[in-house]
């Protein structure tokens, strides 16, 4: 099973379907802010996972890799657990802070 197949469970205060429409934009075509953000970091076309409600934080799939958009900073770090049932499950019982995550650079 390749990880964007892996059913979880969305955590509070997070949702993989956005009714912003933006959300969906962000990351259609070359030249979207997705996208883009995704190429600045050396990484192949990104596809959003879910989103945190006030849309500081977007989880990614590119190269069957999860990673973390903080949209505060632009920054995006790798998250070292890459199945999205325990990225989700450790959002939901202790928010991002206990997640290991590597910065890319």
Do not use: C
Not at 6 to 17: E, H, K, L
Not at 63 to 78: H, I, P, T
């Amino acid at each position: 099973m390749s990880p964007k197949d892996a059913q979880f469970t969305v955590p509070p205060g997070w949702t993989s379907n956005p009714s912003s429409p933006y959300y969906q934009e962000e990351w259609i075509g070359a030249n979207s802010e997705g996208q883009l953000i995704a190429r600045a970091y050396g990484l192949q076309p990104g596809q959003p996972v879910m989103e945190d409600n006030n849309g500081w934080h977007t989880i990614f799939l590119s190269s069957n890799k999860f990673y973390l958009w903080g949209r505060m900073n632009d920054e995006v770090e790798e998250f070292v657990s890459q199945d999205i049932r325990e990225i989700a499950s450790l959002i939901s019982h202790s928010g991002l802070k206990k997640l290991a995550r590597k910065p890319l650079i």
